[in-house]
Nanobody, 124 residues
């Protein structure tokens, strides 16, 4: 069964850090671009970051550039999102997705598989 499972979310104070994990089962992440998206209440799902399958190129939304880092460990079939200097506006449910990515990485339509999401809350 093809499955993506996110973990690592939680409650953190502004300025704090979290590391999200996206673990795959039933398929190999090596062949897919992996994107991280987030969705806050009442807002559309937005692309946060993506890592390509081919050369490991990384992409970031302007709002997280310099604070978030995406990486992949193919041996563990897992992709990570290291989030530093978190802000209240980063509060959302975070999803990982596997697909073709590329220049359209921000579009939900280029991803074939989605995880169930993990809640990140940044609050004092």
């Amino acid at each position: 069964q093809v499955q993506l499972v996110e973990s690592g979310g939680g409650l953190v104070q502004p300025g704090g850090s979290l590391r999200l994990s996206c673990a795959a089962s039933g398929f190999t992440l090596d062949y897919y671009a992996i994107g991280w998206f987030r969705q806050a209440p009442g807002k559309e799902r937005e692309g946060v970051s993506c890592i390509s399958s081919s050369d490991g190129s990384t992409y970031y939304a302007d709002s997280v550039k310099g604070r978030f880092t995406i990486s992949r460990d193919n041996a563990k079939n897992t992709v990570y999102l290291q989030m530093n200097n978190l802000k209240p506006e980063d509060t959302a449910v975070y999803y990982c997705a596997a697909g073709s990515g590329g220049s359209s990485w921000r579009s939900v339509w280029v991803y074939d598989y989605w995880g169930q999401g993990t809640q990140v809350t940044v609050s004092s």
